[in-house]
Structure formats: structure tokens, C-alpha cells
């Protein structure tokens, strides 16, 4: 918010008669806000400025662009991360976690002053965006050094699972809430599951990875599928095409709810160190969020989810 200002400063007048400094009433002008009277121009201009931010208005274009500004906090923590210190990115998420955390506590002890008011939307969309951060806290804190690549899914999903059930408990949410009820119409979603070989082929291009198994031997290839199935297929789609998509449809515009769960869901691939991987993974987000919207259910867009990863890490290294 902007406004045209003039600010009139006070003449001082010395007397002849005395040492004294006379001092006239000052005057500001801010829009069509004046104030006038003796108090200095500084303590003047605060008062004006806090009533302009408590007016209706500026409230709610604050509120609009506080979960923006915890989305950039998160991509410039992830940066932080990938390209300088994995510590203190790691601090910072857990600062973001506090943060976000004591923010949805505040929502909440309003809420119970008044339960039908936009705060219980507040609450469970903060509550519901401390997952994010929680994401990396836990990829990076497990201890994983020990297990083979595949299994590092499945500990640090399991957690994540559990504070993901939680929060959905905390918020209310049923199962019809958060696109896990009952599929409608199966061929359809089994078809949306097909579209995970092409986005696997292209991320493969992109990121070149290493295989996560040593060969290429059925026996050995279903349970790490089933874990990348599983532990990144269902549960990002249920954190972020489920939860994340539901609470922020609420609290935010629900077309403005698809741009920020993507946005979200793309900078938590920037430790990937490769750009053109983030804007693939913004559009692949976008897609999935506009068909769970359109089909009122997470089983394509999971199936898809799992199939490009299990084509990306255990298929295609060993072809192509």
C-alpha cells in the first residue's frame, strides 16, 4: 500500500524575551488522514501508521501475503541448503517450524473466542503448512547412513505420515475433505496413473540420476517400488494435493491455493541443484492439482507420482 504524503514541519520562533523556543502545532498529511497538535511529527506518524495498518484493508492484504512470504522463506531456506550450509538451513527450517507453528497456536485460542470467524481457516491452513518444513527436518535428521537408498523413503515417510494423519485429525478434516473417499471412477484414475511414464522419462532427462537399486532384477525392484509408491507417491500427494490443497482452498482463493501448493511443492526440489527441474515440477504440480480439483480424488495423481519415481530411479537408469 502507498500513499501520497506531504509533511509541513514546524516553524520555530525564538522569542527576544525569552530562551524559550516556541514551537507551532505541526501538521501531517497522509491521504486523507490529518492529524494536528503538539506531539512531534515522529510520534505522529506512528499513530497514523498504526491505525492504517489496523484498518480493514490493510489487514487483509497483510494476511494475504504473510503465507507468500512463509512460501519465499522456505525456497530461500531450501537454496540455503542446497548451494551453502546444510546446518544452518537445517535451523531454519526448524525456526520456520516454531514460527509457523506459534502462528496457527495464536489462530487457535481465537478460534475459541469465536468459531465460525476466518481464523479457524487460518489455523488449519498454518497448522497444514508445517509439514513443509517438517519434510526436510526429518531428511535430514534421520539417521539414514546406514540403509540402502530405498529404505531411506520409508524412514523418513513414516514420521511424516504420522504428523500428517495428526494434523488432519487437529483440523477436522474427513476423508471426503482431503480427496480420499471413495473413487467414482476407477478406469479414469488408472489412466491419470499412466501419465507417470512420460513425466518420469522427462525428469530422467533432466536429472540424469543414479539408480537406486544395483540391477535390474524383478526380485529385487517390487519393494523399493512399492516404498517410492507408497512414501512419496501417496504421502506428498496427501500432504500437498490433499491437505495443503484443501486448507489453503480455504483460507486463500481456491484458484490462488493451486499456484501456492505448487510453488510450495516445486522449491522443495531445489536441492536438486538443477533449474529446469523446478519449473518441471511447478507444471507437473499445477497439473495434479488441477485434476485432483476436477476429480475430486488423490488415486491418479498418486499413481502418477509413484510411477515417475519408480521409472525415474529404477527403470529407466538401467535403458536409456
Not at 504420522?162 to 494434523?167: D, G, H, I, N, P
Not at 512414501?231 to 501456492?260: D, Q, V
Request: glycine share 6%.
Amino acid at each position: 500500500m502507498s500513499y501520497n504524503h506531504t509533511v509541513k514541519t514546524a516553524k520555530q520562533i525564538n522569542s527576544p524575551s525569552t530562551s524559550e523556543t516556541l514551537v507551532l502545532p505541526p501538521r501531517l498529511e497522509v491521504g486523507s488522514w490529518k492529524l494536528e497538535g503538539r506531539r512531534s511529527q515522529i510520534c505522529q506518524f506512528i499513530t497514523l501508521l498504526i491505525s492504517n495498518i489496523q484498518s480493514p484493508t490493510s489487514k487483509r492484504r497483510f494476511n494475504q501475503a504473510v503465507p507468500w512470504l512463509y512460501a519465499l522463506a522456505v525456497g530461500g531456506t531450501e537454496l540455503l541448503v542446497g548451494l551453502v550450509n546444510v546446518t544452518a538451513g537445517l535451523l531454519l527450517h526448524f525456526t520456520l517450524l516454531f514460527i509457523l507453528l506459534a502462528h496457527a497456536a495464536v489462530l487457535f485460542t481465537r478460534r475459541t473466542k469465536d468459531k465460525t470467524g476466518p481464523d479457524i481457516l487460518g489455523y488449519n491452513f498454518y497448522l497444514s503448512l508445517t509439514l513443509v518444513p517438517l519434510i526436510r527436518i526429518l531428511s535430514l535428521c534421520m539417521p539414514l547412513a546406514s540403509f540402502s537408498l530405498p529404505y531411506w523413503y520409508l524412514i523418513v515417510g513414516t514420521p511424516l505420515f504420522a504428523a500428517a494423519f495428526l494434523v488432519i485429525r487437529q483440523a477436522g478434516y474427513r476423508a471426503q475433505d482431503i480427496y480420499i473417499s471413495r473413487v467414482k471412477n476407477l478406469p479414469l484414475q488408472l489412466a491419470l496413473g499412466l501419465i507417470g511414464l512420460p513425466l518420469g522419462l522427462i525428469e530422467f532427462y533432466i536429472l540424469s540420476p543414479a539408480p537406486l537399486i544395483k540391477t535390474f532384477d524383478l526380485t529385487q525392484i517390487w519393494l523399493p517400488a512399492l516404498i517410492l509408491l507408497v512414501f512419496t507417491g501417496l504421502a506428498e500427494e496427501l500432504i500437498f494435493r490433499g491437505i495443503l490443497l484443501k486448507s489453503a482452498g480455504e483460507y486463500l482463493k481456491k484458484r490462488t491455493a493451486l499456484f501456492y501448493v505448487s510453488f510450495l511443492f516445486a522449491v522443495m526440489h531445489i536441492t536438486h541443484l538443477v533449474t529446469l527441474d523446478v519449473f518441471f515440477v511447478f507444471g507437473v504440480a499445477l497439473l495434479f492439482a488441477l485434476l485432483v480439483q476436477k476429480t475430486n480424488s488423490l488415486l491418479g495423481v498418486t499413481l502418477a507420482h509413484g510411477l515417475t519415481n519408480i521409472t525415474l530411479y529404477l527403470v529407466y537408469p538401467f535403458f536409456l
